[in-house]
């Protein structure tokens, strides 16, 4: 029997590899979408099986204090994941920021038919593009397994 631990360790190291192949496969859009699925997996075991491991630690808290608070555990499980998220954003923009990262213009209320349909929008220095490949792989990678 595997534990919920156990699972959940999987799914990280099924993420993390997905993460790393990423990189390696280039522009194979095959190759991308197959690893793409893989991280899919992966990612919904790293974010199902702590919300499954939850009721399991409410009871053990209950157990040992006598005391319920489930709800206490429960919001600082969903308030650690938006905290987590925002500092991720966060970092994230102001590493890009740094690298250079340059916003297409919009064109918004633009009719199509006056709108540069060639515009250079996915054009961006070299920095970024290199900031954003490791972004993707290494450094989410690393997290994952640390």
Known sequence: ??????????G???????????NAVGKSQAGALALVGVFAFGLLVCYM???????????????RTGRQRGGLFTSLCS????????????????????????????????????????????QQPQAVLTLISLLVGPIPAFFIVM
């Open 79 to 122: 308030i650690s994941l938006k905290l987590s998220a925002t500092l991720a954003m966060t970092i994230t923009n102001a590493l890009l920021k740094e690298a250079g990262y340059v916003a297409p213009a919009s064109i918004c209320g633009v009719d199509d038919a006056t709108a540069d349909s060639d515009a250079d929008l996915d």
């Open 1 to 10: 029997k595997t534990s919920k631990r156990h699972a959940y360790f999987l």
């Open 12 to 22: 990280g190291g099924v993420m993390a590899f997905a993460l790393i192949a990423l």
């Open 49 to 63: 099986i702590p919300f499954a491991m939850l009721p399991d630690i409410i009871d053990e808290d209950t157990c």
